[in-house]
């Protein structure tokens, strides 16, 4: 049992090449034989990955209960985490840097990794967060909805939590309705990425068509505190 259980800590470590490639390739040395690396590393991590997945649906009523199989978990997704925040950071900056980046598929790739291991492994995270947050140990977003009335609408407190706190996003748009510039702080703030902010709310142009939110042409350089996004984004911190 316990060589089935070292899977966790194998995908742990691939996970955190992965970040350290990343991060080869994003400082400020940026290295274009990380990218080459990323795209050696993308396989073993997705195969890592798939057999976490099936120890962890084959073990899953056994690990929910017994406290110090939950705690390695935790670690385990503490981990996938901090992995999560660096590929959409990777993103961010394939956007921001298409031409040094090219088409960059391997951060696409990762992308939809991602967005594939948030799914597949959301009942596991969810349990956890939950139980996390009967001890205090997650933030609290109560009354966020509300006082955002005056930039958004389609979303009550329990959605906005879910989508913000735990990637959880609603087959149903919310409405962005205030500047575009509010929209990116407020996706920064909550370590959106650009492309989670357009999947969280519909965003109009001035002749009131459909258009997609981007942090760099919407920039929010002049945002300072004392304007209402920044007070009200001032009460919850995650």
Known sequence: MREDRNILELVSRALNEV???????????????????????????YEKMQRAYYFVSDEWERIEKNSARLYELSMFMNDYDAFRRNVIMFDDWRIDNQSYSGDCDVAMDLMLLVGEWDRRFSYVFNFIRKDNDEVGGMPCL????????????GYDDEVLSRAILHKDFPALKGTWTGRKNEATYFGKHFHLSCEEMNMLFAFAGKDRRSMKLHYTRNDDDKIISSDRIAMILSDYRI
Request: aromatic residues 10%; proline residues 3%; hydrophobic residues 50%.
């Open 19 to 45: 970040n350290a490639a990343i991060g080869s390739v994003v400082g400020p040395e940026a290295a274009f034989a990380s990218l080459v690396t990323l795209e050696g590393l993308y396989q073993d991590v």
């Open 142 to 153: 109560k009354g966020l909805a509300s006082r955002l009335s005056g930039f958004m609408y």
